[in-house]
């Protein structure tokens, strides 16, 4: 079976800092996506990767995928508090009904 | 645009009660539908899949069940509820190219 592992699992930094979630992944697919959760809410979608190379910016975030190394990473540049969620990447094999395989989230907290 | 709805928000239910969680979806035809459970600071576990009405796909062996009794409506059941089946339930439909999700119901079993 498909294994999504996220480091880290808990990240606490400073405002202004950068620093990037990385998501691995056991087998071949070039779908991967993010997804961000406040507490007590539901997901929601930040990036859609469906090929090698990509690259997706939304504001302090940037996303990318390299399907050779099964590896994702999600970069925070000038981290604000509003950062601050649980983090989760997802990989799509494309096969068996759209199946997502999840990651375990990366809990960031951004110290004003 | 497309819309995820879900009820009830919140739920406090004794165990051995039933459970029966809707799901419905408006703005596309013939979507994918998943159930997936979040226990307390936890991941997402995928419960049910669904490809069309009456087509169920079941992930983890325990006592809930679903059901797809519409095209655009998705139902998760239980005859007798644990304490172990306590968490966020949060309902999603696919397309080819994502999934998106519902704002979730959180079930608390006494």
């Known amino acids: 079976e498909l294994k999504v592992e996220q480091n880290p699992l808990f990240l606490s930094m400073q405002e202004g800092k950068n620093y990037t979630i990385y998501c691995n992944y056991s087998?071949?697919?070039?779908?991967l996506y993010w997804y961000r959760q406040d507490p007590g809410k539901s997901l929601e979608s930040l990036f859609v990767?469906?090929?090698?190379?990509a690259v997706k910016q939304e504001g302090r975030l940037m996303a990318s995928l390299d399907t050779k190394a099964r590896l994702s990473t999600l970069h925070i540049t000038a981290a604000v508090h509003d950062l601050s969620a649980t983090y989760f990447c997802?990989?799509?094999?494309?096969?068996?009904?759209?199946?997502?395989?999840f990651g375990s989230g990366t809990k960031l907290n951004v110290k004003p | 645009s497309q819309t995820i709805h879900q009820w009830p928000a919140t739920l406090v239910q004794p165990v051995g009660s039933p459970l029966s969680l809707e799901c419905t979806v408006e703005g596309t035809s013939n979507p994918n539908l998943y159930w997936y459970r979040q226990a307390a600071g936890r991941g997402l576990q995928l419960l049910f899949y669904?490809?069309?009405?009456?087509?169920i796909s079941s992930e983890v062996p325990q006592n809930l069940s679903a059901s797809r009794p519409q095209d655009r409506q998705f139902i998760l059941s239980s005859k007798k509820l644990l304490l172990s089946d306590s968490g966020f339930y949060l309902c999603?439909?696919?397309?080819?190219?994502?999934?998106?999700f519902g704002p979730g119901t959180r079930l608390t079993v006494l």
């Open positions: 087998t071949t697919s070039d779908r």
């Open positions: 999603a439909w696919g397309d080819r190219v994502a999934q998106y």
């Open positions: 997802a990989v799509d094999t494309g096969y068996n009904f759209n199946k997502f395989y």
């Open positions: 990767l469906l090929s090698n190379g």
């Open positions: 669904s490809v069309g009405i009456g087509q």
